[in-house]
């Protein structure tokens, strides 16, 4: 963890410099030059204040499919719903028993939870209690928040020239480890080259269907 | 094979349950057939009466029938699930065997701790290896020497019960079971010696033991089944497993058959089949860094008859690393073990040592085939063999190339 912190304190000497304009990109990757997808990238200004508009979705839907949580996280802010939807033509027993919120649905085939208000900020694992395997996380946050895709980028656009704080959490870093802190000056201007973050991540824990392994 | 009528009573059991299940939407069909391009080694087969530790023995190269299987599980509530496993192989001779049949119970729990039940028949959790269909090896054609003799002599036959606790990022298992008819486990060892084989035995098959010079030269052929009853004495295991990120897992076990050593049943010819007291502990563990994966694990222990008057122990004991790469299609392996077995001096057997090296390339150009070329080399010495005219040392080389359908 030390050194992750003392790592990113040089990137952010470099990143406070590259970042201009009213966009800014991140870059995440998992320590070896691979783009790192599912990683969540939260911005705070220094004074606290809501860094950027962020789109209102007032219900998430966490879907399933191939036995495998689509999407691996999601971002929510507290007081929105999430709905569980089965697409695959298996039951699946959907739970959680995180201290944010306890809950538990069997779905069948083609079904979908009712709506479900997550209070609170936090982060949620959702399993299967049929297919152990099957993961997901919801990560519930009143700061402006971004997953990355599958080229490890997050944008966020109609940024105010500021200097903002940056969090960049993964559900696979190592035990102990609180991701990525760096610090990003947003000033008028052309759109800016992205800020790299360097993340030390473990393997994908999910398995998703496979003919030869059953996973019971 | 024919199988005795306690073990079809097993199997139409479970296929009872399976089929009563049917009407759920959570029945599935697995299934897996294997054909192979073998090239034997000429040291005689275990599977053929000798003293070959590999599968197959005959010094040529041909076509074989490597194995097929059938496995239908039914999710019969969310908390229930009911699994059959039977498969077959020609190797030794026709068998067709119940390798595992079990219901398992594990109510969901909205707290840190979860605990399931499991009863029927089924492997106790000795391999890290076997977590593919059927209980085969996703990485080698063969499992360890560790892992060939589990699938050869190990069986629960009872109950076995786990608390879990979960935590944020790391779990702790701890599971025990009771079992019974596997009193005869470890008659194998002393007797024949480790293997390294993917013939994975069931309920109603039996396995050959090595033929014995005779008089007259016409030396008989001896098959046992490794699950009979003997007293019906009730075995036990016990394990703790952490599970941590990064597929990281690290399990203990300790298992105790609890069988009688005095005890006998009839055999075939009029011998007696007699129980062997075997206790063991196996510890294993396996990771993943990036693209590789890890497995090593390691076994120690030792077991005991008391045929009349003698006393005739063994002790026993292997261990292998294996090293397998995800990359993607392609999935390269290579393990490296070893195994050795100390017989007691009334045996007139002193035991063996050995060490065996597979490597391993498994393709998978569809989601229904995979494809495994696989190069094994094993190097043993057995010094009874010497008093039989043969080589003590015994190197044997086998070549595979296997296509598996899987369903």
């Given at each position: 963890m030390r050194r992750a912190y003392q790592t990113l304190a040089g990137l952010v000497m470099g990143l406070a410099a590259n970042a201009y304009g009213s966009t800014l990109v991140v870059h995440v990757d998992d320590g070896h030059g691979r783009p790192a997808d599912s990683a969540v990238v939260t911005l705070q200004s220094p004074g606290g204040d809501a860094a950027a508009a962020v789109p209102a979705t007032a219900t998430h839907t966490i879907d399933q499919r191939n036995e495998t949580f689509i999407p691996y996280v999601e971002v929510m802010r507290p007081g929105e719903q999430v709905v569980f939807r089965n697409s695959d033509n298996t039951r699946h027993q959907v739970y959680s028993f995180s201290e944010l919120k306890r809950f538990e649905y069997v779905l069948r085939p083609g079904t979908s939870s009712p709506p479900l208000t997550i209070e609170g900020s936090g982060i949620i694992a959702v399993g299967c209690n049929i297919h152990d395997e099957m993961i997901t996380y919801l990560f519930v946050t009143s700061a402006p928040a971004r997953v990355t895709g599958k080229d490890g980028n997050a944008q966020f656009e109609g940024l105010a020239p500021g200097n903002y704080q940056l969090r960049v959490w993964h559900?696979?870093?190592?035990?102990?480890d609180q991701g990525a802190r760096l610090e990003a000056v947003v000033a008028e201007g052309s759109p800016a080259a992205p800020l790299n973050v360097h993340l030390t991540l473990l393997p994908d824990p999910r398995a998703s269907m496979d003919r030869e392994h059953m996973g019971y | 094979m024919m199988a005795p009528a306690s073990v079809r009573g097993v199997v139409l059991a479970g296929l009872a349950f399976a089929g009563s299940a049917?009407?759920?939407?959570?029945v599935k069909i697995h299934a897996f057939l294997d054909g192979r391009l073998v090239d034997a080694?000429?040291?005689?087969s275990f599977t053929e009466g000798?003293?070959?530790?590999?599968?197959?023995?005959?010094?040529d190269t041909r076509l074989q029938f490597g194995g097929g299987g059938l496995i239908v599980t039914a999710?019969?509530?969310?908390s229930l699930l009911g699994l059959v496993d039977v498969q077959a192989q020609t190797?030794?001779?026709?068998m067709l065997g119940l390798v595992e049949s079990y219901l398992r119970y594990r109510p969901v729990s909205l707290s840190p701790w979860r605990w399931s039940l499991q009863a029927g028949v089924?492997?106790?959790?000795?391999?890290?290896?076997?977590?593919?269909?059927?209980?085969?090896s996703p990485w080698t054609i063969t499992p360890s020497a560790i892992n060939s003799w589990v699938g050869e002599e190990l069986r629960d036959v009872g109950v076995q019960g786990q608390l879990q606790w979960r935590g944020q990022s790391s779990s702790l298992a701890a599971t025990g079971a009771l079992f019974r008819r596997?009193?005869?486990?470890?008659?194998?060892?002393?007797?024949r010696g480790w293997s390294l084989s993917d013939l994975t035995y069931g309920l109603g098959e039996r396995i050959r033991l090595p033929d014995q010079p005779s008089e007259n030269g016409q030396a008989p052929t001896e098959r046992y089944d490794p699950f009979r009853r003997v007293t019906n004495q009730i075995g036990w295991h016990a394990d703790l497993t952490w599970r941590a990120p990064g597929n990281t897992r690290v399990t203990l076990l300790r298992w105790d058959?609890?069988?009688?050593?005095h005890a006998w049943v009839p055999y075939e010819g009029g011998d007696r089949l007699y129980a062997w007291r075997t206790k063991f502990w196996s510890l294993g563990a396996t990771t993943q860094s990036g693209p590789v994966t890890w497995i090593a694990q390691a076994m120690e222990g030792g077991t005991l008859a008391l045929p009349g008057t003698r006393h005739v122990q063994t002790h026993f004991r292997s261990a292998f690393v294996l090293v397998g790469w995800n990359q993607g299609a392609w999935r390269p392996a290579l393990r490296l073990e070893h195994f050795s077995t100390d017989n007691d001096s009334s045996f007139g057997d002193g035991g063996e040592h050995g060490n065996a090296v597979t490597a391993a390339l498994a393709w998978r150009p569809h989601d229904w085939l995979r494809i495994t070329y696989e190069l094994m080399r094993v190097d043993s010495y057995r010094s009874y063999l010497a008093s039989t005219g043969q080589s003590p040392s015994v190197k044997a080389t086998q070549m595979q190339v296997s296509a598996r359908l899987l369903y």
């Open positions: 559900p696979q870093l190592k035990p102990g | 049917a009407s759920a939407q959570d080694p000429s040291p005689t000798g003293y070959g530790k590999t599968r197959y023995g005959s010094g999710q019969a509530t969310p190797t030794d001779h026709r089924f492997f106790p959790p000795v391999s890290l290896e076997n977590d593919g269909i059927g209980w085969t596997n009193e005869i486990a470890g008659n194998i060892l002393p007797t058959n609890g069988a009688d050593p």
